[in-house]
């Protein structure tokens, strides 16, 4: 049984606040000690329910942001930026299950703790055949051209919510309860890694019982993002597969999942150019 886990920091209890996020900072150094928690209940969670392998992918900011050596059960790590695949880099189909924990509402939606899909800066919006999604539904097409199905996920209420529709039969543990962007009802930290590794061993008992399902996708698989300004537009049409349909819309849209996918990962790098960076 092999486990897939992204893991992201805005969706773990007790991370309100982009200090937190952030390297340089005491804060920060609190948000990877929270994060880290959560990420290694997980593992412990996938190992106690019968995984025999554990791959976990740091897709957030920097994407190094924890000590390899704490990581639990000798879990491997992805880490580093400029990964082809982004935050499902390493998924392939010989996974079994992934795990999507830390994981944030999105830039369009309701209230969420540090909202934001991907780069909130460049994306104010997302659509998968039209239905809004933040950074999960997106990472969606990635598990559906692999065949692997999704199953835990950990954040805000907001973000199991968003999540559903590409991972229905999953199991979650709400970390947090969102008030505004930068205000949580939050679990104390050993509570939240109690159920996420309770979940995380449930997850895998789905797994191995045949009981999830990969996400499922209309054909063709139309992503849909909205940006900050019409240059950015502009510039994210550059890249194959992407097409600029309104002054500040740009559309993806392949029969394959996956080259939708690797196709807005590039229009995530070059638009950061066009706002400057």
């Not at 009802?185 to 045949?210: D, F, Q, S």
Request: with cysteine; hydrophobic share 45%.
């Amino acid at each position: 049984m092999k486990v897939y886990l992204s893991f992201d920091f805005e969706g773990v209890a007790g991370i309100v606040d982009w200090a937190q996020c952030r390297e340089g900072t005491a804060a920060y150094d609190v948000g990877c000690a929270l994060t880290l928690g959560e990420v290694n209940a997980a593992i412990a969670g996938a190992v106690g329910g019968g995984a025999t392998e554990v791959v976990v992918n740091d897709s957030h900011g920097q994407m190094r942001n924890l000590d390899p050596a704490a990581l639990a059960h000798d879990a491997t790590y992805v880490s580093g930026r400029h990964k082809p695949l982004y935050m499902m880099e390493g998924l392939d189909d010989s996974f079994d299950v992934a795990f999507l924990v830390g994981y944030h509402g999105s830039i369009s939606g309701e209230s969420s703790a540090l909202s934001h899909t991907y780069n909130p800066e460049v994306f104010s919006g997302a659509r998968v055949g039209g239905a809004e999604v933040g950074e999960s539904g997106i990472n969606a097409l990635a598990a559906a051209h692999f065949g692997v199905p999704i199953g835990l996920v950990t954040g805000d209420e907001v973000t199991i919510r968003e999540t559903a529709p590409f991972a229905p039969d999953a199991a979650t543990v709400v970390t947090k309860t969102s008030i505004t962007r930068f205000a949580a009802t939050n679990l104390h930290p050993r509570v939240a890694c109690r159920r996420i590794e309770a979940a995380a061993a449930e997850a895998v008992g789905l797994a191995a019982a045949g009981r999830l399902r990969a996400p499922e996708l209309d054909r063709p698989v139309r992503l849909e993002l909205d940006v900050q300004t019409a240059d950015m537009a502009e510039v994210g049409s550059w890249v194959k597969g992407a097409e600029r349909v309104g002054t500040r819309t740009i559309r993806i849209e392949s029969e394959d999942a996956l080259a939708a996918f690797r196709s807005f990962v590039a229009v995530s790098y070059i638009t950061r150019q066009a706002g400057g960076r």
